[in-house]
């Protein structure tokens, strides 16, 4: 079993910060590319920003330049850092990660129950 488990949201005002985390446990062998989600009401999911096993990066055109993502291999833990939120930003923020997992060895995508971050004054 792979768990992921997501903290940090929370509600902050227009141009503030926030920082999510999302640390995976259980019977992990190895984990390849970490990322993290969003979805608005009445939205489809959209990425945001993934990171390799690396540490190469990607971000969604929408919050280049605000956030950050960066990972703690050795914790299996992935952040992600949002700065400048806008209220656009309010949603609820899903972590994934491709994971093989201990004894199968096949990979799959994991998912976070997800956390809620709202942008609001």
């Known amino acids: 079993q792979v768990q992921l488990v997501e903290s940090g949201g929370g509600l902050v005002q227009p141009g503030g910060s926030l920082r999510l985390s999302c640390a995976a446990s259980g019977s992990i062998f190895r984990i390849n590319a970490m990322g993290w989600y969003r979805q608005a009401p009445e939205k489809e999911r959209e990425l945001v920003a993934t990171i390799t096993s690396g540490g190469s990066t990607n971000y969604a055109d929408s919050v280049k330049g605000r956030f950050t993502i960066s990972r703690d291999n050795a914790k299996n833990t992935v952040y992600l850092q949002m700065n400048s939120l806008k209220p656009e930003d309010t949603a609820v923020y899903y972590c994934?990660?491709?994971?093989?997992?201990?004894?199968?060895?096949?990979?799959?995508?994991?998912w976070g129950q997800g956390t809620q971050v709202t942008v609001s004054s």
């Open positions: 994934n990660a491709d994971v093989k997992p201990i004894p199968s060895y096949i990979r799959a995508a994991y």
